[in-house]
DNA sequence: ATCATAACCTACTTTACAAGTAGTATTTGG
DNA sequence: CCAAATACTACTTGTAAAGTAGGTTATGAT
């Protein structure tokens, strides 16, 4: 008898980011709409309320959401849900979007294995690989996320 | 006085990974004139001698270098650097190219707080943004790193 | 044959961060 | 003033990245 064990590592958007995303696509189905709990939040999609909290006080503070406290308070959208694109939210959770800190647009770090950047050829390839997936984080909004797929 | 620290952390591409590109592109240069030794290409690189003896094997395993033991030894690719993408190496050392595991050709997971994934609009959008980045990972080659930038 | 050299392989260490949990403070409507 | 909700801080637990350490095996040269 063989048992194999795959274990499989893989660098991905954090759950914190997923669920900021989702939050942010359930508010946006409410936008203009009044408030929403975080407790429903967390209840209609799936996440834990405690870690919700958190995500939607660092989206309050990244001003993408408002908040009303006391009883029969809640969460509302403050932006467009079409001005709020996965890279935006990727970028405020997750950080850079470009595979080296050298390609960064937003968090540009030089590279210390590096001897002359200006002759990179890496660096020269990977800005066209940030720029492929640049272009569809900034594509796709939260509003991508409550149109459905034919009224593209 | 106000002291402020930024602190950043961005989900990017391993150093493991990054190493593996280098040294695959230094073995490239070489490609058909003999072999190269982990020492050499450690020191050319900059990479942690060790870390890349781990890094070359596991290259090897995948069939991408060749190598030769004993006194006098080392590495030489065995694969044309046109044929080995960005995404090839990626996808080996830090896995799915996709943001979500649901959206993942090769490293496919269900997401356990999804609740109907056929009619899942991040689903849907999350494959456009994999296939932005996809495309142009698998686009860019270790080939890519060694040509000059006109000569596109 | 044996020795130096370089690949091959496994295990360990350290540090840091993701993903949460816990508890308290603050605001606000009734 | 009380209940309900947000606001905030601190802690916990597990795991991976990045590298180190040390030994084994193969091979060309002496």
Redesign the pocket.
């Known amino acids: 008898m063989i048992i194999q064990l795959f ?1 499989i ?3 991905m958007m ?4 997923k ?1 900021a995303l989702k939050a942010l696509t359930r508010l946006a189905k409410n936008f203009n709409k009044g ?5 429903d939040i967390a209840r209609l999609e799936n996440i ?4 919700l ?2 995500i ?2 660092e989206l ?2 990244a001003r993408m959401v408002g ?9 509302f959208l403050i932006k467009n849900p079409k001005e709020i694109s996965v890279a935006d939210v990727y970028r405020l959770f ?2 850079a979007i470009a595979l080296l800190p050298c390609v960064s647009i937003n968090f540009y770090e030089r590279c210390e294995d590096c001897t002359d950047e200006k002759s990179c050829a890496m660096q020269r390839e990977f800005i066209k690989i940030r720029e492929g997936a640049r272009k569809m984080m900034s594509k796709v909004t939260i509003h991508s996320f409550i149109k459905d797929s034919d009224s593209q």
């Open positions: 274990i590592f893989t660098i954090s759950k914190k980011c669920y408030h929403l709990q975080t407790a834990p309320k405690k870690f909290e958190q939607l006080l309050k503070h908040s009303k406290q006391g009883s029969g308070g809640g969460y997750d950080g």
